[in-house]
């Protein structure tokens, strides 16, 4: 097995080297990563050569209004002549101790090939769509005089961070955006379009140009969220205004928002669509730091299997009530058996138990596996940021 531990400012050189060799990346290093809200891990063969690394970051994700920590994994790479030889499962299983260690809760991550981040527990449990729209079929109309839209500076993004705060808080799944990657205090993008209603922020569009003005122009909207119809009907008119230069619309929509509504997506094409895999961290931590629907409520006792994180593994009592619940161990014996995959499929929202008793996921006896719906309680997890 690799000997694996973080890795110090000496290994940055060779971690840079594996992922430009892992990803495609420009042969010439950008400047050296934040050392803050991060943990890089490195896998070292008996010789001392790094051949993996993964780094968790420490994001928080909002789920029904409150804000818990996760472990969201990224850069996982692996030396070629390394691969089949378990090292990103002793990387993986690594950083989820640590993880657990600084009090993680749920971990997200993007594969680019699912197999062994399922074997390790991840699973499959959204996907991150990028749509192109003709910009021509864009609504056009008056803006409301009642609100203002201008464009914004560096001096706005602590009012875009909050009007984000607004509309992702109650959903599940969706970074709060604190971790220090997201507050650089630098515009991120070539443009950014405000819509005010009495100077309050209702709407906003973070775009980037790209090149050119003829019919293979793109105006990539990076971010664009709004708060208001009003607000979204008044954005989704100024992207309509490219139609002469950029008739290409690229942008990755919040599903269900208020922007998605005013946009014809009938007619968009997906540029690119990237998965993403979930897993809990701590299972008793991941259920009492998240929101629960005030509505809901019940009980119900279950048997987990977690190879990786052994913590997890053990007799269940779930209780959900009054928008809060708990986790806490029993000695009772339990017919529904989760596996950690299956918890996830649950925990977002993303398959019924009745679903998962199909794929073995769980497996029970005599109990109606519908009792584990319990844990499926609230909206679907949804994630728009790439890490």
């Known amino acids: 097995m690799p000997d694996v531990r973080e890795l110090t400012p000496d290994d940055l050189a060779d971690a ?56 969201d994994v990224a850069g996982v790479a692996v030396a070629p002549e390394a691969r089949g030889t378990g090292v990103a499962r002793a990387l993986l299983r690594t950083l989820l101790r640590g993880a657990h260690d600084r009090g993680a809760a749920i971990s997200a991550l993007f594969p680019t090939t699912p197999a062994p981040y399922r074997a390790c527990g991840w699973e499959i449990t959204g996907q991150l769509r990028t749509l192109d729209l003709p910009t ?41 955006r604190t971790h220090p990657r997201f507050t650089t205090g630098e515009l991120p993008y070539d443009g950014l379009t405000l819509v005010e209603h009495d100077g309050t ?30 607000a979204a009907r008044a954005l989704a008119g100024v992207l309509a205004s490219w139609h002469s230069v950029t008739p290409t619309l690229r942008l990755t929509p919040l599903p269900g928002d208020a922007v998605s509504a005013r946009l014809p997506l009938e007619h968009a094409r997906e540029h690119e669509r990237q998965p993403w895999m979930h897993r809990p961290v701590d299972v008793a931590r991941a259920v009492q730091t998240r929101g629960w629907p005030a ?15 052994d913590w997890n593994t053990g007799t269940w009592q779930l209780a959900v009530d009054g928008g809060q619940a708990h986790l806490r161990r029993v000695t009772t014996d339990a017919d529904l058996h989760l596996t950690v995959r299956g918890f ?32 499926a309680a609230g909206p679907p997890a949804q994630l728009v940021d790439y890490f």
Do not use: C, M
């Open 16 to 71: 840079w080297q594996l992922g430009r060799l892992a990803f495609g990346a420009d042969p010439q290093p950008p400047p050296p990563p934040r050392t803050t809200g991060r943990t890089a891990y490195g896998a070292f063969d008996p010789a001392g050569n790094l051949i993996g690394k993964a780094a968790d970051l420490h994001d928080d994700q909002w789920w029904t209004g409150r804000a818990v920590p996760a472990a």
């Open 136 to 176: 021509a079929t864009l609504p056009r109309h008056r803006t409301d005089p009642a609100l203002t839209v201008r464009a914004g500076t560096t001096a706005d993004l602590p009012a875009t961070a909050e009007l984000h705060r607004r509309v992702a808080h109650h959903r599940n799944g969706l970074l709060t």
């Open 201 to 230: 922020l209702v709407g906003y569009a973070g775009w980037n140009r790209g090149r050119g003005y003829g019919p293979t122009a793109v105006l990539t909207v990076e971010d664009i969220l709004a708060t208001t119809d009003d």
């Open 295 to 309: 509505h809901t409520r019940g009980e119900v006792t279950f048997t987990l299997t977690d190879d990786l994180a």
């Open 344 to 375: 996830a499929l649950l925990y977002t929202a993303t398959a019924t138990a009745r679903t998962l008793a199909e794929t073995g996921l769980l497996t029970h006896t005599t109990a109606d596996p519908s009792a584990l719906d319990l844990l």
